[in-house]
């Protein structure tokens, strides 16, 4: 026998009221295990699990890299959330964009800032062309709601890159 059940107050008793310690005991072990796995649970939240955090937030580059992309990894169903993407081009030139996968299956583009000098929607997924500024430089800043559920891969890419692999995943 251990020491727990040698105290007088662990041991099972008929009376006042029946009790059966050594079950009891079983019974409070789960109930800790729960806790540290509740508290578990929310500091992953906390970190980003769920959506906006550490854990969800990356930052990827292609391997020439044209095409850096700065966006969430966890998403909730109908939340927001927000996706920059970086390229550098020929000082005012203009550059297609093609944005294919999963990426028009399982989100809506809510916003798109700045608007594309022309957009196309093709087999694969969606094409625009944008204008490089007087330094060279793109950004793209897109709102994305989720409305999927479960794993998404997109693929960001312009013309002669290898572009980006995204992995996206949303939450009910």
């Not at 041991?11 to 029946?18: A, D, G, K, L, N």
């Not at 944008?130 to 793209?140: F, K, N, P, V, Y």
């Amino acid at each position: 026998m251990s020491d727990e059940t040698h105290h007088p107050d662990l041991r099972s008793r008929e009376t006042p009221i029946r009790e059966d310690m050594a079950y009891q005991l079983k019974v409070w072990r789960f109930e800790r295990c729960g806790w540290y796995v509740l508290v578990l649970v929310v500091a992953l939240a906390l970190a980003g699990l769920f959506s906006r955090g550490v854990i969800s937030s990356r930052d990827v580059r292609s391997e020439d890299g044209n095409v850096r992309v700065k966006y969430e990894m966890f998403y909730r169903n109908g939340s927001t959330n927000s996706m920059k993407i970086s390229m550098a081009a020929a000082p005012e030139s203009t550059v297609e964009l093609e944005l294919t996968g999963d990426l028009l299956e399982g989100f809506s583009i809510e916003t798109l800032q700045p608007q594309p000098v022309r957009s196309r929607s093709s087999a694969n997924g969606l094409r625009l062309w944008l204008q490089a500024d007087t330094r060279g430089d793109i950004s793209l800043y897109l709102t994305l709601r989720g409305d999927g559920l479960g794993l998404f891969r997109s693929h960001i890419s312009t013309p002669g890159s290898s572009g980006v692999t995204l992995s996206q995943f949303i939450f009910p």
